[in-house]
């Protein structure tokens, strides 16, 4: 185990994994990064324990963009009976797989996939689906929910970034004919960044603003979503409503 440890602690990682030895992994920028990761998991904690009276035991989950793991692996801690970790990139998918050795997590799966190629049918539903930073990496997050809703038994949980957002009426084909906004998208350029372990894998980014989100969540089948507040303490943006975490519920 500890020539495991060893190679996990050769790196530096982009969360803070405290290993059986003790040994805790060296983070980006010194840990600057650390107050979003420790937030994001405090208000995950919250709605969780809310919705699933302080235990997964029983349930099964999956964590979407899983990155190097360290939300599936609280999922487990939180005694899940079952984990699968899903990422992208093949960069994330061994360090999350590294990373479940190395804790002996028997629960935790992990598997390669781009969200939109997830077969839906084929994984079936999970009681809780997480999406945590991902969508406004997306050049199509409404594709990305409608695959987060397939997966949905119970809950889903999505964090992103999102952009101001545009009120109004407009002309739809004409000036007879006028439609109220639903809230709006951002295009982000990351085209340039795509070789980046946190960026989008195409380039093009559409976020969205509250309203659309809490709109599209609500259009492709989600029969309630709430806002789930950030502590008092919370990283910066999910402080001031920069970034959200949004819960959506089937039933």
């Given amino acids: 185990m500890s020539a495991i440890e060893d190679r996990i602690l050769d790196k530096t990682w982009f969360y803070r994994f ?9 983070t980006y920028d010194d840990g600057a990064l650390d107050q979003i990761h420790d937030s994001r998991l405090a208000m995950l904690k919250q709605v969780v324990d ?8 029983g349930h099964n989950a999956i964590d979407i963009a899983c990155h190097q793991g360290w939300f599936s692996t609280k999922l487990v801690e939180w005694n899940a ?8 990139r093949a960069e994330h998918v061994a360090d ?27 994984l079936g539903q999970f009681d809780l689906v997480l999406m945590l930073g991902l969508i406004y990496h997306l050049e ?3 594709g ?42 951002g295009i982000i350029d990351e085209t340039d960044d795509t070789h980046g372990p946190e960026a989008s894998t195409t380039g093009i980014c559409l976020v969205p603003s509250l309203e659309a989100l809490f709109w599209i969540m609500r259009k492709i089948g989600f029969a309630r979503v709430e806002l789930v507040p950030p502590p ?6 999910l402080r001031y409503g920069k970034r959200v975490m949004v819960a959506g519920y089937v039933e």
């Fill in 18 to 26: 405290r290993l059986p030895s003790g040994r805790i992994t060296t």
């Fill in 50 to 57: 809310q919705r699933f009276g302080g235990t997964l035991a």
């Fill in 81 to 88: 009976d079952d984990v699968l970790a899903v990422d992208a």
């Fill in 232 to 237: 008092e303490d919370a990283y910066e943006q």
């Fill in 140 to 142: 199509n997050p409404i």
């Fill in 144 to 185: 990305a929910l409608r695959q987060a809703r397939a997966l949905t038994r119970h809950m889903c949980v999505v964090e992103t970034q999102i952009v101001p957002g545009m009120t109004g009426m407009v002309d739809y084909g004409s000036y007879r004919f006028v439609r109220p906004l639903k809230g709006s998208f």
């Fill in 96 to 122: 999350t797989t590294l990373i479940r050795d190395a804790l002996n997590l028997s629960k935790l799966r992990v598997m390669q996939s781009d969200v939109h190629a997830i077969d839906t049918a084929k």
